[in-house]
């Protein structure tokens, strides 16, 4: 079974390579515009990731000691036990839906060469540009 935190510790890690800098300074460029830029909006879904994570490692501790062996089961703890089901799976949902948000928009982002680089000429950027599509203009009469 991956360590608790695997799925976030990838996406901390994409994220550190897509910018080029460690997460600690991350977090504080992102502190200095965190409601107008991608990296805040990256960010902030990390940290819903990571407390998801953290919250199913807790849940399932808690499972644990209400499950064990040798303690007596009755209603009360049975519904406790319920409970704590409940909140790992919320807590599943929660991480997978951030994980596959975050996927999905590091895998759409991409590192924008250095100035003095040049870029290598791609089958998009090589081809003729591709004229926009005529406008059909509406009769008025």
Known sequence: MPAPDATAQTIAERIE?????????????????PDGSMLAAL???????????????????????????????????????LDCARRIAESVATRDAHA?????????????????AKPEPTPATSAAPVPAPARAVARTR
């Open 43 to 81: 960010l902030a879904s990390l940290t819903d990731l990571q407390f998801a994570e953290r919250n199913i490692a807790f849940q399932r501790q808690r499972l644990r000691q209400l499950a064990d062996p040798e303690r007596k089961i009755d209603t009360v703890e049975a519904g406790h036990i």
């Open 17 to 33: 390579t897509l910018y080029a800098q460690p997460l600690v300074d991350l977090e504080t460029l992102a502190g200095l515009n």
């Open 100 to 116: 596959k948000t975050l996927s999905g928009v590091l895998a759409s982002l991409h590192r924008v060469p250095a100035p003095d």
